[in-house]
C-alpha cells in the first residue's frame, strides 16, 4: 500500500494523472477494509482523493475526503492536509464561498500545528487569499497575501522561489485593487531577483507573464501584450502547450486579443485551446466557459 502511494504522489509529480489515479484507487481498494488502521485508510483515503481532483471527479474526491474526516484524525497534520484536498476540489467546481470558510478552518490547524513564524502558516493564509478572491473580495485578498508575504520572508531567504511567487502574487491582487504603478514597481522588483539568482531563473517566464498582464491591465496594451506573449512562448516551450498550469494564460492571451479587437488571433488561439481542453478530463468548466462566453463574445464582435 505504502509503494502504491509513494507510485501515485511520483505519477502526480510528473504530470500523470492517470497514473496517479490508477495506483492510489488500487492502495485505496487494498486498504479500504475493516481489519485496517485508521490512519491507513486515512491516508488512502486522501492520496486517492487528490487524484480523483487531478482526473476531474472533484464530487467524488469531497466524498471520500469527508468519509476519512468522519473518521476523526487525531493529529493536526491529517486534519490539514484533509481540508486543503477539500479545498482544491471545491474550487474545481467553482464553491467558492465553502473553499473559503474551510481555507480559514485549515489556517487556524495550520497555526496550532506549525506556530505563526512557519512557512506552512504562511502557505496556509495564502489559501485563504485565494478564497477571498474568488468571492469577489480583492482588498481582503491583498491583504491576506501580504501577511501571507510577511510569514514566508521571516522564515526563508529574500530569494527562495516561495518569496519571490508570493511577491508577484501581491503585486497582481495590487493591480487587481486598481493601484498600477504600485503593481508594476513592484513585479518589476521581483523580476529583477529572479535575473540575478540561478536558483529562480526557470521561474523567469512566469513572472515576464505577470509583469505583461498586469502592464496591459494599465493599459499599457502594447507593451504588455508583447511581454506577456514572450513568457506565454517561453512557459509553453518549457512545459508544453497542454499542461494544465499554461491553460490559464492561453486563455488570458485570448481576453487580451479580444479587447484589443484583434478577432483572427484570438479565433485561432480559442480554437488550440479548446483541442487542449478536449484531451484532458478535468477541464469540462473551462471548455464551456470558452465555447459558451468567449466565442459568444467573438460573434458579437463580428456582427
Known amino acids: ?43 488512502v483515503s486522501y492520496a486517492l482523493a487528490r487524484a480523483l481532483t487531478g482526473v476531474g471527479q472533484p464530487g467524488r474526491a469531497i466524498e471520500l475526503v469527508d468519509q476519512a474526516l468522519a473518521l476523526r484524525p487525531a493529529d493536526l497534520w491529517s486534519q490539514e492536509t484533509l481540508l486543503q484536498s477539500k479545498i ?14 474551510l481555507a480559514r478552518e485549515a489556517a487556524e490547524i495550520s497555526r496550532k ?27 481582503g485578498a491583498l491583504d491576506y497575501r501580504r501577511r501571507a508575504l510577511a510569514v514566508m520572508a521571516g ?49 523567469r517566464s512566469e513572472m515576464v507573464t505577470k509583469l505583461g498582464s498586469i502592464k496591459f491591465r494599465s493599459g499599457r496594451f502594447d507593451e504588455g501584450l508583447r ?21 490559464p494564460d492561453r486563455v488570458q492571451r485570448v481576453r487580451f486579443e479580444l479587447e484589443l479587437g484583434k478577432l483572427d488571433d484570438a479565433e485561432r488561439h480559442m480554437d488550440a485551446l479548446e ?8 477541464q469540462a468548466l473551462a471548455l464551456a466557459r470558452l465555447d459558451g462566453a468567449y466565442r459568444a463574445e467573438l460573434a458579437i464582435a463580428r456582427g
Not at 90 to 101: D, K, T
Open 1 to 43: 500500500i505504502d509503494a502504491l502511494v509513494e507510485r501515485g504522489i511520483a505519477a502526480e509529480k510528473r504530470e500523470d494523472p492517470g497514473a496517479a489515479h490508477t495506483y492510489s484507487k488500487l492502495a485505496f481498494e487494498l486498504a479500504n477494509k475493516a481489519t485496517a488502521s485508521k490512519a491507513r485508510r486515512i491516508q
Open 155 to 203: 522564515s526563508l531567504s529574500a530569494d527562495h522561489s516561495m518569496v519571490t511567487f508570493q511577491r508577484m502574487l501581491v503585486a497582481d491582487d495590487l493591480a487587481a485593487n486598481g493601484r498600477f504603478e504600485e503593481a508594476i514597481a513592484e513585479a518589476s522588483a521581483v523580476l529583477a531577483v529572479v535575473d540575478r539568482n540561478e536558483s529562480t531563473a526557470a521561474a
Open 113 to 139: 500545528a506549525d506556530g505563526e513564524s512557519d512557512s506552512g502558516y504562511g502557505i496556509a493564509l495564502n489559501v485563504i487569499a485565494w478564497g477571498l478572491f474568488y468571492t469577489g473580495d480583492r482588498v
Open 275 to 282: 483541442r487542449s481542453y478536449r484531451a484532458r478530463n478535468d
Open 88 to 101: 482544491i476540489a471545491l474550487q474545481q467546481l467553482e464553491r467558492h464561498e465553502e473553499a473559503l470558510v
Open 227 to 247: 511581454l506577456f506573449e514572450e513568457g506565454l512562448d517561453e512557459l509553453i516551450s518549457q512545459w508544453g502547450q497542454d499542461h494544465p498550469d499554461i491553460l
